[in-house]
């Protein structure tokens, strides 16, 4: 095989809330819906390059049972143009913050947030 074979890649974040997540995810963080069904939304920014996320139904038959857990160890991470912006919208709507917006050592100003599925959203911004 030669050159790159990977066509499209997106996360799929499970849900007992298709309409919540949905509503999160296109009210706070802007992002428009490609597809939406009773077991699955397809959700992506505007313009090029494309980024995109997927909002499964948790208890799809697709999945078997031990997959339909809450998410463990995984993190989605948004970067944006002004952490503390999203921070002020974000305390407006009375989203679960995790953590407000804080300097880090890598030059990030972080905040961290829980969608409504308990996922954990990074949002980041660099550092001034």
Not at 17 to 33: E, H, N, P, T, V
Not at 58 to 84: I, K, N, W, Y
């Amino acid at each position: 095989m030669s050159g790159p074979i990977m066509k499209r890649l997106f996360a799929n974040i499970l849900s007992d809330d298709l309409a919540a997540s949905r509503d999160f995810y296109i009210g706070f963080l802007g992002l428009k819906s490609l597809y939406d069904s009773d077991w699955f939304i397809n959700l992506a920014t505007d313009g090029e390059p494309r980024f995109e996320l997927g909002i499964l139904k948790r208890d799809t038959e697709l999945l078997g049972q031990a997959d339909r857990r809450s998410p463990q160890g995984f993190m989605l991470t948004v970067v944006v143009e002004d952490v503390e912006t999203v921070f002020e919208a974000a305390k407006a709507r009375n989203l679960t913050i995790v953590e407000p917006p804080r300097d880090l050592f890598y030059g990030q100003r972080r905040l961290l947030l829980r969608d409504p599925n308990g996922v954990l959203v990074d949002i980041s911004s660099p550092s001034r």
